[in-house]
């Protein structure tokens, strides 16, 4: 079976949905073909290690969680065509380092208050997205970003900031996209804020199509 690893540690904000997500992300690889691991270890990344795994999930990792010999060895394993996932804060996560941006496709700036909305799903042809409807009732944070990362990405899903409070990002506001910028397969999602979703149908498929993809499993 092939492996995934879900690195969690945070230097800065912590999700309290962190350990039910873990739990979830678990069940989910399982379901996908992949045994996971769940580290909030920076040693973990080290050539030796990553090469036992086909995807890496940054979950709700914030600030600064790597060490420049781990930061070397995990854009080298992505070079060479590991995939990756990232899952909200993750857009918040190694703010100085370019490469991470560059896979991540964003920066995470600000979000309003956690709130219902309706995602607007612009592909369903990809497996994180293929089984939404195209208007697809769900609560979060709507995490905003710069750049915006429409033009060099594939955008998957976005949010009319007509339907909620505080938005500031404007008429073009996407949530969750993919690419193959940075050597191997790249997917973020900006949703994944409340315990709530890890339990929600959809949100579960839309991760679980993400892990596919990302590993190349579809």
């Not at 070397?72 to 996932?85: K, L, T």
Request: net charge negative.
């Amino acid at each position: 079976m092939q492996r995934a690893l879900v690195y969690t540690r945070t230097t800065q904000y912590r999700h309290d949905s962190i350990p039910t997500a873990v739990t979830a992300v678990g069940e989910l690889g399982r379901d996908v073909g992949l045994e996971v691991d769940a580290t909030e270890e920076p040693a973990a990344f080290a050539p030796e290690a990553l090469a036992d795994y086909r995807v890496v999930v940054f979950l709700s990792t914030s600030g600064d969680v790597l060490s420049d010999e781990g930061r070397a060895a995990f854009s080298g394993w992505v070079r060479d065509g590991g995939g990756f996932v990232g899952v909200h804060l993750a857009a918040g996560t190694e703010p100085s380092w370019d490469f991470f941006g560059d896979l991540i496709g964003a920066r995470f700036t600000r979000h309003p208050p956690f709130q219902p909305a309706v995602v607007t799903v612009e592909d369903q042809r990809h497996p994180a997205t293929s089984h939404l409807p195209a208007q697809w009732s769900f609560s979060d944070e709507w995490y905003e970003f710069a750049p915006n990362p429409r033009g060099s990405v594939r955008v998957l899903a976005s949010v009319d900031e007509r339907g909620y409070e505080g938005g500031t990002m404007g008429p073009d506001h996407p949530l969750a996209w993919c690419h193959e910028n940075c050597g191997g397969r790249s997917f973020y999602t900006s949703l994944g804020h409340a315990e709530a979703a890890y339990a929600d149908p959809h949100f579960r498929a839309h991760l679980a199509g993400a892990l596919r993809w990302a590993a190349r499993l579809d």
